[in-house]
T-cell receptor, first 111, second 107 residues
Framework: SQTIHQWPATLVQPVGSPLSLECTVE??????LYWYRQAAGRGLQLLFY??????ISSEVPQNLSASRPQDRQFILSSKKLLLSDSGFYLC??????????FGPGTRLLVL | GQNIDQPTEMTATEGAIVQINCTYQ??????LFWYQQHAGEAPTFLSYNVLDGLEEKGRFSSFLSRSKGYSYLLLKELQMKDSASYLCAVNDYKLSFGAGTTVTVRA
């Protein structure tokens, strides 16, 4: 069966510091991968998606970037965090079907 | 652009039925998903409708009318553990999510 991992689970970072969040998927090959952010009390906002290694599509221009160095690894990064980057970051994968399955998420607080 | 509307909150009694409506206006449509999200946790998949009609999965059912841009999620025999946020998401070339409906089940 497929599993999706994210780490860290919780992160507290100062404004202006860098960020690296990692997501890995097991039990499937060539998945579509997604990064979402959920601000408190709001819906999920798609940030990036990837259909293959090195292929990244950005949905929202901002100070975040994504990379897919391996088939089942998806990384979300920032060089300098802003207060507005606080939120719940979710990675998701989808296979041949359309259904997306979410990882456990990373709760980021920027102070 | 995408416009997906759901009620913000609903409250119901244990054992009752609750219907969560979702209306959408999107540039494309390849299906509609419902997810459940407990507080502080990730969303989990509940149902997927791509054709008009009702899909039933145990206590949960989901209905879709593409011509009306309308879906609902029906929760029957409510249990305390059903207290959660329910997210409607429309699949265009990507998933666009509504803000979610928080359902509170009272004893």
């Amino acid at each position: 069966s497929q599993t999706i991992h994210q780490w860290p689970a919780t992160l507290v970072q100062p404004v202006g510091s860098p960020l690296s969040l990692e997501c890995t998927v097991e039990g499937t090959s060539n998945p579509n991968l997604y990064w979402y952010r959920q601000a408190a009390g709001r819906g999920l906002q798609l940030l990036f998606y990837s259909v293959g290694i090195g292929q990244i599509s950005s949905e929202v221009p901002q100070n975040l970037s994504a990379s897919r160095p391996q088939d089942r690894q998806f990384i979300l990064s920032s060089k300098k965090l802003l207060l507005s980057d606080s939120g719940f970051y979710l990675c998701a994968w989808a296979g041949v079907g359309e259904t997306q399955y979410f990882g456990p998420g990373t709760r980021l607080l920027v102070l | 652009g995408q416009n997906i509307d759901q009620p913000t909150e609903m409250t119901a009694t244990e054992g009752a039925i609750v219907q969560i409506n979702c209306t959408y206006q999107t540039s494309g449509f390849n299906g509609l998903f419902w997810y459940q999200q407990h507080a502080g946790e990730a969303p989990t998949f509940l149902s997927y409708n791509v054709l008009d009609g009702l899909e039933e999965k145990g206590r949960f059912s989901s209905f879709l009318s593409r011509s009306k841009g309308y879906s609902y999620l029906l929760l029957k025999e409510l249990q305390m553990k059903d207290s959660a946020s329910y997210l409607c998401a429309v699949n265009d070339y990507k998933l666009s999510f509504g803000a979610g409906t928080t359902v509170t089940v009272r004893a």
